[in-house]
């Protein structure tokens, strides 16, 4: 039974309390039959920053499935038409929610329930009677840890920027969005010249710190919304988010410039050397996928390695 609550006064004390951090703006997704509970539970997060939807049942969530991109998802244990453990487990199923938190949040005490909720793929059971301080509490502390993981599943260890499968991913979400929208972006692929030298001479330490030099090179040296990735070995990928071919070339160009002043000291040798690489750019627009463009743009790098390498061919 859910006691009528002035809503906004109560959301106004726990903001304050707890004084969230807005840092990221978290897509939330709440399934509960009982429209005040939910209502509640979506001032409450919108108040603390984040994007919610809230659904009365599994059927309507089920229908928007497909274009949400939840961080968590919170839902009511006992419901008339599809109860929330099957929920759960129909989540579990598709790849795109495997591991999105599913919280749930019921006034189910039963601890039998809460265990095949926990088998059916949930990762917290709260319930409705613990103080809404620590409700709230344990979903930011949710939230935070999955925002945390996410991010280093997709980061590349060694230099920082985006991993192979991060930035194959983020490059088809860009190349589905401009294609939408009929904005440019391009694709640069970028391949350091003469590694295997770097290694021979200095050592694959020596090795690892020019790679790590230069990608964080290439991500301060790009927008805040474009994407830089390690697409593997010595070769690193550049999506220019809204960006003419010609002026992604220029800034690949510029960055080769950069990167190839830079020297580098051998402790070992007692040298100072430097680096070059070689690049090539296309505009995404052209392509379908991802495989094509890159395959595209790998061609553009041959050229510039077979004309003397340090070059940049769009
Ligand atoms: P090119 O100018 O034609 O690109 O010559 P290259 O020597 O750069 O090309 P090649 O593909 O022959 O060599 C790439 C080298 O990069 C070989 C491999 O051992 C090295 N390499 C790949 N990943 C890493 C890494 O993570 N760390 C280090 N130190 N070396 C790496
Ligand atoms: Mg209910
Ligand atoms: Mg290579
Ligand atoms: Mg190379």
Not at 13 to 34: G, H, M, P, T
Not at 129 to 153: C, D, G, W
Not at 240 to 257: G, M, N, P, S, T
Request: charged fraction near 25%.
């Amino acid at each position: 039974i859910v006691k009528p609550i002035n809503t906004y006064v109560l959301v106004e004390k726990i903001s304050r309390v707890l004084e969230w951090q807005k840092r990221a703006k978290f897509n939330v997704v709440i399934v509960d039959d009982q429209q005040t509970m939910g209502e509640f539970y979506k001032t409450m997060l919108e108040q603390a920053g984040c994007n919610v939807k809230f659904f009365k049942s599994a059927a309507l969530l089920f229908n928007s499935l497909e274009d949400l991109s939840p961080d968590i998802f919170l839902l009511d244990m006992n419901m008339p038409d599809v109860n929330g453990v099957e929920i759960a487990k129909m989540l579990r199923q598709e790849q795109k929610f495997e591991f999105v938190p599913i919280i749930f949040i019921t006034a189910e005490e039963n601890k039998e329930e809460h265990l095949l909720a926990l088998e059916a793929g949930a990762d917290d059971i709260i319930t409705k009677s613990l103080p809404i301080q620590q409700i709230t509490r344990q979903i930011n502390h949710r939230l935070m840890r999955a925002s945390e993981l996410k991010a280093f599943v997709a980061t590349d260890q060694l230099t920082g920027v985006l991993n192979h499968g991060q930035i194959v991913e983020t490059a088809n979400q860009t190349i589905r969005l401009s294609n939408r929208r009929k904005t440019s972006t391009a694709i640069a692929v970028i391949d350091v010249d003469r590694f295997k030298l770097v290694n021979d001479h200095y050592g694959h330490l020596m090795g690892d710190k020019v790679l790590c030099v230069l990608g964080q090179l290439l991500s301060a040296s790009v927008r805040e919304t474009d994407h830089v990735g390690r697409y593997g070995g010595e070769e690193f990928v550049i999506v220019f988010v809204d960006c003419e071919l010609d002026h992604a070339a220029r800034k690949v160009q510029y960055i080769k410039d950069t990167f190839n002043r830079m020297k580098f000291n051998s402790e070992g040798t007692k040298e100072q050397f430097s680096v070059s690489f070689s690049a090539g750019v296309v505009d995404l627009l052209a392509f379908d996928n991802i495989q094509e463009a890159i395959g595209s743009a790998d061609k553009a790098l041959y050229k510039a390695k077979e004309q003397g390498r340090n070059k940049v061919i769009k």
